[in-house]
T-cell receptor
């Protein structure tokens, strides 16, 4: 079965520090992967998808098929990045990870 | 806000009572979904519908029921058989099953 693992429930960093939110998946085919974000008092929304290969709000994510990973990275964290982040794998339907809370401290 | 509307925002259920959560979308999307969000467990799929008059069980369908009589609407009923209904419920829709999902603002259900 397809599975998404986000090993950290909470990641706390200082403003200006690099951020890496980890995501590993289990699927033997060619995956389609997403990062969704939920800011406080806002709806869950798409942050980025791997096929777009773009940077959104300074975040990037690279698919590593060898390591079956899709980690989300940002070189310099900002306080407004504080949110819940979900990694998701799309095969026949979306499968979400458990989520990681990112807290950026000033 | 537009697109997907969930109501009510807060809902309280008495023991033995069935309650229905509303989800409406005006995005002309074929697929709709219900998720349950619990702290530390992420989003778990309850039911989904790929097209009108058709729906499928997700990972945690027991104690829930849905209908899809109209493309725009996908209500979720939390039945008395659901023994632990307290959670945040999210509705979503997408053009197709593999496309980007758009989410509603959610309904928080609590038990009295």
């Amino acid at each position: 079965a397809q599975r998404v693992t986000q090993p950290e429930k909470l990641l706390s960093v200082f403003k200006g520090a690099p951020v890496e939110l980890k995501c590993n998946y289990s699927y033997s085919g060619s995956p389609e992967l997403f990062w969704y974000v939920q800011y406080s008092r806002q709806r869950l929304q798409l942050l980025l998808r791997h096929i777009s290969r773009e940077s959104i709000k300074g975040f990037t994510a690279d698919l590593n098929k060898g390591e079956t990973s899709f980690h989300l990275k940002k070189p310099f964290a900002q306080e407004e990045d504080s949110a819940m982040y979900y990694c998701a794998l799309s095969v026949d339907k979306l499968v979400f990870g458990a989520g990681t809370i990112l807290r950026v401290k000033s | 806000d537009g697109g997907i509307t969930q109501s009510p925002k807060y809902l309280f259920r008495k023991e033995g009572q069935n309650v229905t959560l509303s989800c409406e979308q005006n995005l002309n999307h074929d697929a709709m979904y219900w998720y349950r969000q619990d702290p530390g467990q992420g989003l778990r799929l309850i039911y989904y519908s790929q097209i009108v008059n058709d729906f499928q069980k997700g990972d945690i369908a027991e104690g829930y029921s849905v209908s899809r009589e109209k493309k725009e609407s996908f209500p979720l009923t939390v039945t008395s058989a659901q023994k632990n209904p307290t959670a945040f419920y999210l509705c979503a829709s997408s053009i197709g099953m593999k496309n980007i999902q758009y989410f509603g603002a959610g309904t928080r259900l609590s038990v009295l």
